[in-house]
């Protein structure tokens, strides 16, 4: 079964049994890259665009890595080097890449709403969201849910805290739908700065006190402050934030001994969480970026070879 649209532009879009065969076909794919030749030839003669006007380590390579493992060519735009530069617009610059055929543009850009508009003028092509300014992140949410699953049975009636810098993050927003689509019982929180009046309207519990949100958790999620997207002061200073919402040993006893710890990354060690905790036992951090090669294969497999029989 293939996904029902062509896009993946943000969770709001997906099922339930979309969002199921996303994590079960990331479960199968995870073996792959085990092996000590990771490459199968499933999308062998497809290719994708990673079409990027904001940096990034974890999703573009991931992405990148995702395509040559299944078989498919993967180029990168560099957008400082390309005509963007010269002030190509981003619909001419879809339609020109376009022009040469790929299957696939993930892309990532400041603006939300960035891949819906690719989306629109690139009719030949799939478009996937790796991010869209404040918006949607959609498979980081689904690789961070995966990431759960690997510890814990199930989504619903799980307790995941959202701590930080709620206002300025896309991960905050498709983490949210995703857990509340899947019955977990989510609690938000950080400086009231830094969380809009909409994520009520969510279905999510709103606090602004970390023991609160920390109290009785399975899943701590904590989230970069994201000082390029911040225009205002949002809080007096770092010193302040971190000892009133950064985690560290002492916060994660408010939470339950089983809980795990979790950062779509990067990390800003020493503001929103202690610097050794990434290491620490209870933290899936680097798993997370393991499971997004993983989810992010089976979104280009999802997307262009379904109906296909899988040569894994
Ligand atoms: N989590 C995430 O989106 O990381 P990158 O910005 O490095 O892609």
Not at 27 to 37: A, D, P, Q, V
Not at 160 to 176: E, F, T
Request: glycine content about 6%; charged content about 25%.
């Amino acid at each position: 079964m293939p996904l029902r649209d062509r896009h993946l532009l943000g969770i709001e879009d997906l099922d339930l049994d979309e969002i199921e065969l996303i994590l079960n076909t990331s479960r199968s794919f995870k073996e792959i890259s085990t092996r000590s030749i990771k490459k199968v030839p499933t999308l062998r003669g497809k290719s994708l665009i990673n079409l990027f006007y904001e940096p990034s380590t974890r999703t573009r390579s991931s992405f990148e890595i995702a395509a040559k493992r299944l078989g498919a060519d993967s180029i990168n735009i560099n957008i400082s080097t390309s005509s963007v530069s010269k002030g190509e617009s981003l619909i001419d610059t879809g339609k020109n890449l376009q022009s040469m055929n790929p299957d696939i543009i993930a892309i990532r850009h400041s603006a939300a709403g960035a891949p819906h508009l690719l989306a629109q003028y690139c009719k030949s092509t799939s478009i996937v969201n790796a991010g869209d300014g404040m918006h949607e992140h959609p498979t980081q949410a689904l690789l961070d849910v995966l990431t759960i699953l690997d510890h814990k049975k199930s989504i619903e009636g799980l307790h995941v805290a959202i701590v930080g810098d709620i206002a300025h993050s896309r991960v905050a927003r498709s983490n949210v739908l995703l857990l509340v689509k899947m019955g977990a019982h989510v609690c938000v929180c950080g400086p009231p700065t830094l969380i809009p009046m909409e994520f009520e309207s969510y279905g999510v519990k709103v606090t602004y006190h970390i023991k609160e949100a920390l109290q009785g958790a399975d899943v701590v999620m904590m989230l970069r402050t994201q000082k390029e997207r911040q225009r205002d002061v949002f809080y007096p200073s770092v010193k302040e934030y971190f000892a009133l919402y950064g985690l560290n040993m002492e916060k994660m006893k408010w939470a339950k001994r089983s809980a795990i710890v979790m950062h779509p990354g990067p990390i800003n060690r020493g503001i929103e969480i202690d610097p050794e905790l990434a290491e620490a036992g209870f933290s899936v951090i680097f798993e997370q970026v393991t499971n997004g090669v993983a989810v992010r294969m089976a979104v280009l497999y999802l997307l262009l070879g379904a109906s296909e029989e899988a040569d894994l």
